[in-house]
Every structure is written in C-alpha cells, then in structure tokens.
C-alpha cells in the first residue's frame, strides 16, 4: 500500500502543503523523526556533493531549521516560499552558513513561469548580501514548457556562492523517493543507525 496514492484517490487531493510538510519535516534535524541528519546529508550529496562537501564532512550532527511557507516582500507584492532551509555552523543559535529554498511542485499544470525567479529576487531584497543560497525546484518527472521556462528564468548571482538545481520527487535511479529507498536500504543491513518501526513504516 503507498499511503499517497490512497489519498490522491476519488474525491480527494494530494495537496502540495501537505507534501512540502513532509519534506521539511525530514529536513529539520531538530525534529523527532528519529533521522537526526541522515536524510538532510542524503539530499545535500543528492543536490550537489562539491558544494556541500564542507558542510557533509562535518563528522557532528548538521544543524538544519526549515521553515514552511516564509514570506517575503518584493516590492508591493508578496512571496510564500515553500520550504527554507537554514544551515548553521554548530547550532541553530549560531551562524547560519547555507540556506536552501524549495520550491515544490507535485503537479506539473501548477508550474508559473516566473515563479521561482521572482522567490529568488525577494529573498535577495530581503537580504542583499546573502551568501551560500541554494535554489531548490522540485517537481515530477516531467519536462513541460512550462516548468522549463520557470526554471530558466532563474538568474543567479555565482559570486556570491548562489546554485540552483532542478530535481524530481521521483526520477530513474534518483529523486527524492529514490533517497528514501536508499535510507531505507541502508537500514536494512546496518549501515545508519536504526529507524523506528513507526518512521520506517511512514518512510
């Protein structure tokens, strides 16, 4: 049985909320999900090992704070940002030194063209010096017009360290499902710390 697809059944909707929710749920190293970093190190490596290699050879546990739906201002408008991630160097009263900001699609008609440009600029007029962001588009395995368009408009600003990627929930040999099948295959023959039969189950 795959819990999503039951409720994507009939009358019902699986809603993007609820799916971001997960998401920075398993992100968050403070939660009680009883992963501590092993999923948020498996997303970094996923998203791009060389710009994370000093934060993944940390040997302690990473501190990782995610906030869902964070507003910000771009010029008279607003922009709620699906998940942000805040990285920090010892603690979360600490420096942060990486930020991650996902933009979640789990349907491809809901993609906006200029969508994640414009999240990117508000996070930029809200703190113009920022450093060690990482843009994060997420959504199925598809290659719309649409979700092409919204991922191109992207303009970063390389000098201060800013990277984007586009990946999917669930992709051949990879996506997000595909780090989850790995967690889950690392636990089975004893190679991180075991998962609680109620996480295991929800995994």
Not at 103 to 127: F, G, M
Request: charged letters at 20%.
């Amino acid at each position: 049985m795959n819990i999503f697809s039951v409720l994507n059944e009939g009358a019902s909707r699986l809603h993007e909320p609820s799916m971001s929710a997960f998401l920075g749920y398993l992100l968050d190293t403070t939660k009680d999900h009883g992963l501590g970093d092993t999923f948020l190190r498996a997303f970094l490596a996923d998203l791009d090992p060389q710009v994370f290699a000093p934060i993944l050879a940390t040997p302690t546990k990473i501190w990782a704070v995610t906030e869902l739906e964070q507003t910000y201002t771009l010029g008279a408008s607003t922009c709620s940002l699906d998940i942000e991630v805040s990285i920090f160097d010892v603690d979360q009263d600490s420096k942060e030194i990486a930020r991650l900001v996902i933009e979640n699609k789990i349907r491809s008609a809901a993609a906006n063209p200029d969508q994640l440009a414009r999240y990117y600029a508000a996070v930029l007029e809200d703190d113009p010096a920022l450093r060690n962001l990482y843009m994060v588009y997420l959504t199925p395995a598809a290659n719309t017009a649409t979700l092409i368009a919204a991922f191109s408009a992207l303009r970063l600003l390389p000098e201060r360290q800013h990277n984007a990627r586009w990946i999917h929930w669930d992709a051949p040999g990879g996506g997000v499902l595909g780090i989850l099948r790995q967690i889950l295959a690392q636990e089975a023959v004893g190679g991180i710390n075991p998962i609680n039969e109620y996480m295991r189950h929800t995994l």
